[in-house]
């Protein structure tokens, strides 16, 4: 009875945060399926961990899991999700493939930054964590993070296909 | 350091449209955290049992037994300087002082660390994968010529820990280890970093200035505890450098 309580909790919690953390990952992977395997790698270790966690920030567990998976995943990678029926089709979007182009872009973009400019980066523009939140739940100093926001910035600024994408 | 450009925004939208939802598989995610929670509880008790015959040995007065609660510092590797060739355009944007790029490691394997002075005076370390796949794993000039050790300034600088760098290495009971660097008097040639309470020691690395100076550069592994929920600079608690006759030239701490 306890175990399915716990399980249905678990459940809500994946249910509610894995659009955002899958989006994180692949923010850092660059790579969809790698993404999922990241954030179910880290949804696992969660609920691992889920008695001591629950009542504090689950969620940033499963965040700091997928930062620092993102770097070993290769040994992580004979786990893969299981092979499921496809998703079922979606409600069109108005314009799918320029989104998907897009998209396509900005990735590519991120790819050409370090890791750490990549984590930044999502951290700090896409789940909008402070630098110093950044700072402590990567265990380095805010000035580094400062350093790190203001590079990757520059860089993704400079890159001739998000700006030639920017301007068609 | 790079200056801060004024426009801090982000030039690209990361909250871009997905064409499908993200539908995780609830049962595999569950059954693997299951697994996990074995393997500690396996973990555990075979730590208890390790605890209790080093117990047993001291009470007999075993000698020779060891315990080995974690594995040995990898061995300090010389520090040969490699041929200049920049990494990528990380190293290009920041040339070294004398062309050459030192290393500082080679472990854990396939990870190669290097260090380096700039002509401005940064001193900046780099860590990448080989085969690089085109990019550099972790990279960072974190100290300006006035944080190098010299005569009127600290021997040795308070460490920083990279949670990127070659993290690809088997866990330890779940635990996870990350390097640590820092900046030391070139006299030292080894330093030892209180981290968690623990020790954890490697060999300094002499990385050239130019015009014959030289500063050291270390990169100690740590273990972190695996009841630690997150780790930083703030969990150091002590660094001391030793020279070649073990004599304490440099210490910094104890930090509360």
Redesign the interface.
Known sequence: MVRQAERDEFASFVAASQARMVRLALLLTGDRSRAEDLAQDGYAKAYASWERIRGGDPGAYVRRCIVNANTDWWRRRTWREQPRPLVPDQPGHGDMAGEMAAREVVLRALARLTRRERTVLALRFYLDLTEFQIAHELGIAPGTVKSTVARGLSKLRADAELRAEATS | ?????A????????????????????????R???A??RR?RIAGAGAALVACAAAASIVVGVRGASFRWFPPSPPARPAPAIPAKPIDS?VAENPPVTGKLTLLSSFPPHWTTVAWATRRGDVCWASYRTPMDG??????C?WSGADVPGPGRQGLSIP??????????PDQAGS?R?PAFGLVTSRATRVTLTFFGRSFSAAVVPVPLGKGQTVGVYMVWLQVPASA?????SDFSGATAYDAAGRIVARHGPWS
Do not use: K, N, W, Y
């Open positions: 350091m790079t200056p801060l450009p426009d801090r925004t982000c030039p690209v939208d990361l909250d871009f449209a997905e064409p499908h939802p993200a539908q995780l598989d609830l049962d595999v995610i569950v693997r955290g299951t996990i929670r500690r990380q990019a550099t794993e972790d990279f960072d974190p920083l820990v990279s949670p990127f760098t070659g993290s690809d290495l996870e990350v929920s997150g780790f930083g600079s």
